[in-house]
């Protein structure tokens, strides 16, 4: 995923959090915010260290991008969001964190389906 993709500043962070709507599965929580002037959807990533140690967090935040880089041509392009992980996220390899995030996109209409 490109680094165009991403939401890297504390002041990006805290706008989707007070102006965007939020939602949770067992596994992972959106924030996401409609935004009309940007010609892509990002994201940002949040794995607290409660989760695990720097490998797993890593490793999560790899699963993560990788499930938006391949719904990359599905997703609306007018939104910025952010996953926060949550501890069970821990436990579950690539593919259930893939339909975990579908899921969550799905649910909050992110998709094009």
Same mark, same amino acid.
């Given at each position: 995923? &490109? ?7 504390? #002041? /990006?962070?805290?706008? #989707?959090? =007070?102006?965007? +709507?939020?939602? @949770? $599965?067992? !596994?992972? *929580? ?16 949040? #794995?607290? =260290?409660? *989760?695990? $140690? @720097? *490998? /797993?967090?890593?490793?999560? =935040?790899?699963?993560?991008? !990788? +499930?938006? %880089? /391949?719904?990359?041509?599905?997703? =609306? $392009? /007018? ?6 992980a949550r501890k069970p996220v821990?436990?579950? $390899?690539?593919?259930e964190v893939r339909r975990s995030v579908e899921?969550?996109?799905?649910? %909050?209409?992110?998709?094009? &389906?």
């Amino acid at each position: 995923m &490109k680094k165009s993709y991403r939401i890297k500043k504390d #002041v /990006e962070f805290q706008k #989707v959090f =007070k102006q965007g +709507a939020s939602f @949770a $599965n067992r !596994q992972l *929580v959106i924030y996401y915010l409609h935004k009309n002037d940007q010609p892509h959807f990002r994201i940002g990533l949040s #794995v607290s =260290k409660k *989760v695990g $140690n @720097a *490998v /797993e967090r890593n490793q999560i =935040k790899r699963y993560i991008r !990788q +499930a938006f %880089t /391949e719904l990359q041509c599905e997703i =609306k $392009n /007018e939104y910025d969001m952010i996953i926060i992980a949550r501890k069970p996220v821990k436990a579950c $390899n690539y593919h259930e964190v893939r339909r975990s995030v579908e899921h969550l996109l799905f649910k %909050t209409k992110l998709l094009n &389906k």
